[in-house]
């Protein structure tokens, strides 16, 4: 069953906006982590923010937060005040914390696209 | 601040030969993971470290596939026998609870 969905494959936005990337996931273990790469078009993965299910506050990274609703199993990325260089592929990924090997499950991304 | 390095970034090989990748992890951190990403595909687990031993594997980490932590700083994967479907980035990574950071990866190309 796939655990971290991501059902945008493609998003616009224009400069200066702000713009959501949704992400889901399912889980039956009361305690993980979600997070999110950017990947840019150079291929590197860069570690945006993360959530811990049992964090009280929604995370914020400068102009990145996570919409976390935790009854609709969403961790959406709120990306403020969108740049050009924000053009890149988004992926949203969950660590389960039962087993304790930490590894991420990914989704299948989103692009997202900035325009002038 | 710290960061995961991997070497090399592009490594093109002949099928069937024998590939190691490298990784030096971030000097405190305490699990290490390999993942793969095939061309236009997602980010897929391959095998996380702890304690100086696998702690799990996914169905991708076959025997064809093994890690070693030669030294208190390296951490590599090597695949034996290379096919044409092992051609992709690979993502070393290194992490606590509430973080886990990637190297900018190797691009392997198997011709």
């Known amino acids: 069953a796939q655990k971290i969905t991501q059902t945008q494959p493609g998003m616009f936005v224009q400069e200066k906006e702000a713009v959501t990337l949704d992400c889901t996931y399912d889980?039956?273990?009361?305690?993980?982590?979600l997070f999110w790469y950017k990947q840019p078009s150079s291929g590197e993965m860069i570690f945006l923010i993360y959530?811990?299910?049992?964090?009280?506050q929604n995370a914020t990274e400068g102009r990145y937060s996570l919409n976390f609703q935790k009854a609709r199993k969403s961790a959406n990325l709120v990306i403020s005040a969108s740049q050009l260089g924000d053009s890149a592929m988004y992926f949203c990924?969950?660590?389960?914390?039962?087993?304790?090997?930490?590894?991420?499950?990914f989704g299948q991304g989103t692009t997202l696209q900035v325009k002038p | 601040e710290p960061e995961v390095t991997q070497t090399p970034s592009h490594q093109v090989t002949q099928m069937g030969q024998e590939v190691i990748l490298r990784c030096v992890p971030i000097?405190?951190?305490?699990?290490f993971y390999w993942y793969r990403q095939i061309l236009g595909q997602k980010v897929e687990f391959l095998v996380s470290?702890?304690?100086?031993?696998?702690?799990?594997k996914s169905e991708i980490f076959d025997d064809q596939f093994s890690v070693e932590r030669p030294d208190g700083s390296n951490f590599t994967l090597k695949i034996r026998s290379t096919k044409l479907e092992d051609s992709a980035m690979y993502f070393c990574?290194?992490?606590?609870?509430?973080?886990?950071?990637f190297g900018d990866g190797t691009r392997l190309s198997i011709l």
């Open positions: 990574a290194s992490g606590t609870v509430a973080s886990q950071h």
């Open positions: 889980t039956s273990d009361p305690s993980y982590g």
């Open positions: 959530q811990g299910s049992y964090d009280q």
């Open positions: 990924a969950m660590r389960e914390h039962s087993g304790n090997t930490g590894k991420l499950i």
């Open positions: 000097s405190n951190h305490l699990y």
């Open positions: 470290f702890y304690n100086n031993e696998i702690s799990e």
